[in-house]
Nanobody
């Protein structure tokens, strides 16, 4: 049974930092591209960042570029999202997801086979 478990969310002031983690089990982690998405209340789920199988190719949404960084540790079956210079508009539930392929569609939710339950990030002004 595949499980993706996010952690590290919480309440932070604007300008602060958080690091999200997503621990994977039940799959061959190094065979999956990984992504982070977020969903604010009343909004569609939106792409944040993705990383390929080896961790040497990354893609970030324009809205978080230069502030957020995705990384992975295949030895620990974990993907991370380092978030700096947080803004109130970053408030959302953050989800990690696993995809069997890496390609132009990694920013689309349909590309992903497995999803975590999400972790809440709240940024106060």
């Amino acid at each position: 049974q595949v499980q993706l478990v996010e952690s590290g969310g919480g309440l932070v002031q604007a300008g602060g930092s958080l690091r999200l983690s997503c621990a994977a089990s039940g799959l061959t982690f190094s065979s999956y591209a990984m992504g982070w998405f977020r969903q604010a209340p009343g909004e569609e789920r939106e792409f944040v960042a993705a990383i390929n199988l080896r961790g040497d190719n990354r893609f970030h949404a324009d809205s978080v570029k230069d502030r957020f960084t995705i990384s992975r540790d295949n030895a620990k079956n974990t993907v991370y999202l380092r978030m700096n210079s947080l803004k109130p508009e970053d408030t959302a539930v953050y989800y990690c997801a696993a995809a069997t392929t890496w390609g132009p569609g990694v920013s689309e939710t349909d590309a992903y086979d497995y999803w975590g339950q999400g972790t809440q990030v709240t940024v106060s002004s």
